[in-house]
């Protein structure tokens, strides 16, 4: 059974799990799903069209499922869904939207921390394992990939998308996309440093494996040759790692888009 602190208020609709802890002063709306386990604070908002999964926990003063932040928009404004997996850790003050459009929803996977002051926009997919520190602001329909690691107070331009196991340094502005497995810093623009050992070492990749990103890293960015040529070039080799096609692909699908954010060009 569901405790619910007596300060609360819960829609009559909403639907809790067993052992869901709603704290003080905590809103969870009609319609609202809280699977089991999961523990709200102080203070937290759970909006309307939310289904959040097992074992998580929002800290004090989360605002959760609210209004896109979308000129135009209002309370009475048709709005999608917003729907959160497992084992996720939200710390305080953090805001996430629900996708614009009613027939789709903003994503948040499994074991992620999402650390004080994160922001979140409408129609993002944020997949699992990933670690978003302080203050980090993710701009609508982004994509941010399995293992990222994005350090305080960067920010990402709307449909920017981060490969998996990417590391972004502390105050970065993204305005492009970024291939998976890479080290970035900087903005205006934000360049690639280097390779994330540490992140091949948490995605469980072998010394192979790991040298084969180090050498493509090497010939994308290394030789001198233009970034997209380079790519084209070993994009036509037979028997790549798949780790590496993974970054190939990822610099050509940017090349499509003139702004090299590739989900632009799916954009409604």
Not at 71 to 93: K, Q, T, Y
Not at 155 to 181: E, I, K, N, S
Request: with cysteine; charged share 20%.
């Amino acid at each position: 059974m569901a405790k619910i602190h007596p300060t609360a208020v819960v829609g009559t609709d909403a639907q809790l799990a067993e052992n869901v802890v709603i704290g003080p002063y905590c809103v969870v709306g009609d319609g609202a799903s809280i699977g089991a386990g999961t523990v709200l604070d102080a203070h937290v908002v759970i909006a309307e069209r939310v289904t959040i999964g097992q074992g998580n926990r929002f800290y004090p003063n989360c605002v959760i499922g609210c209004c896109p932040q979308v000129l135009g928009f209002d309370s009475n404004s048709p709005i999608g869904a917003l729907v959160i997996g497992d084992r996720n850790v939200i710390r305080e003050n953090v805001t996430i939207h629900p996708s614009r459009y009613q027939d789709a929803s903003t994503q948040i996977g499994n074991d992620n921390l999402i650390m004080i002051g994160t922001h979140i926009g409408h129609d993002c997919i944020i997949e699992s394992r990933t670690v978003l520190s302080n203050s980090v602001q993710v701009g609508g329909h982004s994509k941010i990939e399995e293992g990222v690691w994005i350090s305080g107070v960067a920010g990402m331009h709307q449909f920017v998308t981060v490969g998996r196991w990417c590391f972004v340094a502390g105050l970065a502005g993204l305005t492009r996309d970024m291939p998976p497995f890479m080290m970035v810093s900087g903005h205006y623009p934000a360049c690639v440093r280097g390779v994330n050992k540490r992140g091949l070492q948490r995605a469980g990749l072998d010394e192979q494996q790991q040298e084969c990103i180090f050498d493509a890293y090497r010939r994308l960015y290394r030789e001198g040759t233009p970034l997209l040529a380079a790519a084209r070039a070993m994009a036509c080799e037979d028997g790549l790692d798949e780790n590496v096609r993974a970054i190939i692909d990822a610099v050509l699908h940017s090349a499509e888009h003139r702004f090299g954010r590739y989900l632009e060009t799916l954009r409604r």
